[in-house]
């Protein structure tokens, strides 16, 4: 049996009868603000590096994109039709042979201006009959207008779009579909771009059923659907998952392994393996244990704060972080915007994620001792915290706008509050300074500091249980 130093607080961990405190020190978890800017500080951003063209899409230029070579690198036709030397009649000639005043030969969009042609004839704008002695011969006619085709109509250029070595786009940008495709025209097969951060995921739970209703005693997989998806969203690289039981040697056996043959797993080792469940500390919780037996260090070990408290972050002496997120679905997603979000900002060359304060539009009692993450809706621009959005619930975090930070001391109606946007939802709105053109305003006696006030007049809420 233990006794807890103190409760459910979050400030300290269970300590044996008898335990001499002043030999084995209190275990003080991090405050959620702390925690945030330890995870941002663990790590250096991973170099940059050559990647495929068609793995490049998101990543951000880490040097300058020049052509390689003129582009295009061959003077083309424009139009199908023909190409032609001087005035016409034209006698025909091969395809692609040199023409002679006076002949032409035929010519796709985009095909090789032979030597000697001086324009391109368009398709709908040549006549093909025969001369006198019946031969083939090409007059202009059609939709051709008099004079046509000038000298050099319908053919494009080499270097009409670059020089080799003109900069196509600059350094930092975040490359789009269309980066993509001047890359190619350049003559790029891979570029250099920022590194992102390789993560693996090591799903664990022996009650966990995939798919279908399950049985008393079992959970449906939520952390399958949403988990991946939520790092592509804050900047990780998708490395492949593996699924193990709750055992210690599984835990283990996943965490030591690299897990280079998974299925879509991209050939790169992990910067980053997050794993669900095993960081309480009962006898089935083997994640802190595990690391230990391979050398890594704890850097993060509990946050003050509710949900996911017993968050983890530890490092492996191969340079590998393990991010271990509890098992509670809604105390996972919250914990990896505490964590995951500044560890992979780092690790892909980002800034802290941001905290911003909105309004608040409900009273939210202390608790001393942590903060609280509530997710929560805008209604008539302040926040309030969702239908559903205690007990764990994810329906809350479904339908939410973003997430408040409750700090220990609580909230009054109308006071700022900071919270953060979700990975997959808009940034939050910006909020007017209040206080911009007003009158400076006299401090209470003792210069204590005034509270924000609260609108004038009723609020309708109704609007939270649409």
Sequence with gaps: MTTELVDESGLGHAQEPGQDAEQEPVHLDHTWWEARQVAFDAATPIPAGPVALELALGRVLDHDMVALHDMPHYASSAMDGWAVNGSGPWIVADAGTRLAPHQASPIATGGLIPPGAKAVLR??????????????????????????????????????????GDVLVKAGVCLNPAHLAVAALAGYDTLRVQGKPVVRLLLTGGEVVQQG??????????????????V?????????????????????????????DLPGAPDLPAD?????????????DHLRRAVAELGGRLIIDGVAMRPGHPVVLAELPDGRFVLGLPGNPLAAM??????????????????????????????????????????????????????????????????????????PHGVQLGESVPAFALPWGPPLPSTPDPTAGAKPRTPTAGGAKLRAKAPAGPVDWSALFD
């Design 334 to 407: 919250l914990a990896l915007s505490t964590i995951g979000a500044p560890l992979l900002a780092a690790l892909g060359h980002g800034s802290l994620p941001q905290v911003q304060e909105v309004p608040c539009g409900t009273v939210l009692d202390a608790e001393l001792g942590r903060t609280r993450l509530l997710p929560f809706r805008l209604v008539y621009g302040m926040a309030s915290p969702a239908q559903y959005a205690g007990s764990g619930m994810m329906r809350g975090l479904a339908e939410a706008d973003g997430v408040l930070v409750v700090p």
């Design 232 to 260: 592509l969203m804050l900047g990780g690289l998708a490395g492949g998952h593996q699924r193990i039981g709750d055992s210690y040697r599984e835990w283990l056996a996943g965490l030591d392994d690299v897990l280079p």
């Design 123 to 164: 398709s709908e704008s040549a006549v093909l009959g025969v001369d006198g002695e019946g031969l083939p011969i090409l007059r202009a006619g059609g939709t051709a207008k008099p004079g046509e085709p000038r000298s050099g109509q319908h053919i494009r250029n080499a270097a009409e779009e670059a020089r080799a």
């Design 213 to 230: 209703l399950p049985e008393p005693g079992k959970v449906r997989d939520t952390f399958g659907p949403q988990l991946a998806a939520a």
């Design 272 to 284: 980053v393996v997050i794993t669900t469940g095993g960081t309480g500390r009962s006898g089935t």
